[in-house]
RNA sequence: CGGGAGUUAGCUCAGUUGGUUAGAGCAGAGGACUCAUAAUCCUUUGGUCGUGGGUUCAAGUCCCACACUCCCGACCA
């Protein structure tokens, strides 16, 4: 293995019951971007999905089909990679399945540990059970209509009295440890506004979590001799200890000597949306800290799409599938608009007109548009090689300079998943650079000043190129064309794997330049106008 | 009901520890240019910073109340 610094980042894994939206899209696009981003900057990074299979949903789902439950599961978790795969270019390194072998490993082994610090014990949970909802309610949850049967208020589905036994976590004894966990590592989670929601939720005291059931027996057993002589009931691990230690499998858990784990866990980041804020701010690092295992650095909570202004729901018949979206405006489109229109972390709202605004102004107009007309006047003009620049002047300099701050300021913004204050800063500079452009005028230059005109180019297509490398993790295709037509070598695969980290269009050489001499392919646009159907 | 978040130009958003005439992009209007993907550049219209109070020499930026929107309320992508 290499010597690089590692970088580990996960999706949540997704219950696979239904069609992927543009919602799960958000959240594959925006880890994918950090994913590609840390690859290029020289990171050994190994990023993770998956599919959350288990539990009585699918259980029953698969009776009505006639299926086993292993079988829905293969066949609804394919629904989901087929999105990364094929539709949205996911660079995953391992799609996990918790029906994978090696995670009935891992969540055993982390149920042991919890087992071995005191923090499992058994008792009985009685409630009002809902089946569809696969919880309990409390009785002023609940309410009897006129048909004389119970119903959640808050769902409406029926519930039955249940008493059931269940092995139990001591989450309440983690209060005080997981705040003290919150103030010492006040970047835990992102952002600032969702985290302080976690804290002041554990402020107001923690409840032991049922962590198993017996009720069925589509999922992780609870090993047989840490319940001989407790229970003759066989136990399967309840949804959260079994979902969030799919995290742990990745790194290669339980075997916590080898290369694989001492490399990459703790998790550097997990990518959630703000539904499950609470498992993976509270839940998992108590687990953690009770299985004696380091905690992750960072869980980031990014918002919700609403379809202009509103919800998406089925029933509203608003929601939008992934394929829809990719086929209309372009991947490259999809995922620049996903991440430049509204901030990582709040709420975003789409509609299609602001998906063609941001792919004809900011997209062909602002960079495309910049490129073709300065690569066409080299090729013209400049024997199709990229020209040889003369002395530079202030406004040469001045916009190089901008260009050049931009790797700085794409770090930070990334370290703290700032994406949407990456894009802004980057293409304020392309105004700029347009600005320039209009301003030298080259194509009077011609006329007058041939060497002028030369450093005017290569210094534009010199601004793009620096654009077009930080941009690869947002749009891997279009960047990589970019960069061709730039005549930059070949190399890595716009962050797609660990290659990505050396060579010409990695981060390592952004403050490389152009080569004067370097022929240069046919210009060719990269960013089309949207065309309306 | 309880707790929390938000409310800045038509739209999407910036606004640092309170300090001179509140910013950007898109959209709109006018002009320029012709290298370019009817793209680009320049100029410009547009905001009593949700409402009403308060603190202060000074508040979008702090405090209180109200309105509207949204989230969470215990095991639910």
Not at 233 to 240: F, I
Request: net charge negative; charged share 25%; glycine share 6%.
């Amino acid at each position: 293995m290499s010597d690089k610094p590692s970088y580990y980042l996960t999706t949540a894994i997704f219950y696979p019951n239904g069609e992927p939206h543009i919602g799960h899209a958000y959240e594959y696009i925006s880890a994918d971007v950090m994913a590609r981003f840390k690859r290029l900057d020289g990171y050994e990074v190994y990023f993770q999905t998956g599919s959350d299979e288990h539990g009585q949903k699918m259980q029953l789902s698969a009776e009505k089909e006639g299926l086993t439950p292993y079988e829905l599961a293969t066949r609804n978790a394919a629904v989901f990679k087929r999105v990364d795969d094929e539709v949205l270019d996911i660079s995953y390194d391992r799609f996990i399945r918790t029906t994978d072998e090696d995670h009935y490993a891992a969540s055993q082994e982390i149920w042991r540990r919890m087992v071995q610090a005191g923090d499992i014990y058994l008792d009985k949970y009685a409630g009002w059970y809902s089946i569809r909802d696969e919880r309990f309610y409390t009785e002023d949850e609940t309410e009897v209509r006129d048909d004389g049967e119970r119903y959640s208020i808050e769902t409406g589905t029926p519930v039955t009295w249940t008493e059931e036994e269940s092995y139990f976590f001591r989450l309440s004894a983690y209060r005080d440890k997981l705040l003290k966990f919150y103030a010492d590592n006040p970047d835990y989670a992102g952002p600032r506004s969702r985290f302080n929601e976690v804290i002041r939720f554990v402020e107001n005291g923690l409840n032991d979590l049922s962590i198993s059931r017996t009720s069925f027996d589509w999922g992780v057993p609870v090993p047989k001799d840490l319940t001989a002589g407790e229970t003759d009931l066989d136990h399967v691990m309840y949804v959260w200890v079994d979902a969030l230690t799919n995290y742990l499998t990745g790194a290669g858990f339980p075997d916590t000597t080898s290369e694989r784990y001492r490399k990459f866990w703790p998790a550097d980041l997990h990518v959630i949306g703000k539904d499950i804020s609470r498992f993976h701010c509270i839940f998992w690092p108590a687990f953690l800290m009770s299985a004696g295992l380091p905690l992750p650095k960072r869980v980031i909570i990014h918002g919700f799409l609403h379809n202009a202004g509103e919800k998406m729901s089925k029933s509203v018949g608003n929601v939008v599938a992934p394929d829809a979206w990719v086929n209309t405006y372009g991947l490259d489109a999809v995922r620049f608009f996903l991440l430049r229109e509204f901030p990582y972390g709040s709420d975003g709202s789409y509609t299609h007109d602001a998906v063609v605004s941001r792919k004809n102004a900011d997209l062909a107009n602002n960079l495309g548009n910049l490129a073709q007309r300065s690569l066409s006047m080299i090729a013209k003009n400049c024997e199709g090689r990229v020209p040889e620049p003369g002395e530079l002047t202030e406004a040469d300099t001045a916009l190089l300079n901008q260009a050049k701050e931009l790797l700085a300021i794409n770090r930070e913004a990334y370290e703290v998943q700032d994406f949407h204050h990456a894009l802004e800063r980057t293409w304020h500079v392309l105004g700029e650079a347009n600005a320039y452009f209009a301003e030298q005028a080259p194509w009077q230059l011609k006329k007058t000043n041939e060497a002028r005109m030369r450093t005017v180019l290569y210094v534009t297509a010199e601004v793009i190129r620096k654009v077009a490398l930080l941009t690869q993790p947002v749009m891997p295709g279009s960047a990589t064309k970019l960069l061709d037509v730039l005549g930059v070598p070949a190399s890595g695969d716009a962050g797609r794997t660990n290659a990505s980290g050396q060579g010409p269009r990695s981060f390592a050489a952004f403050g490389e330049k152009l080569v004067p001499g370097t022929p240069l392919p046919k210009p060719q646009p990269v960013f089309p106008r949207h065309e309306e159907e």
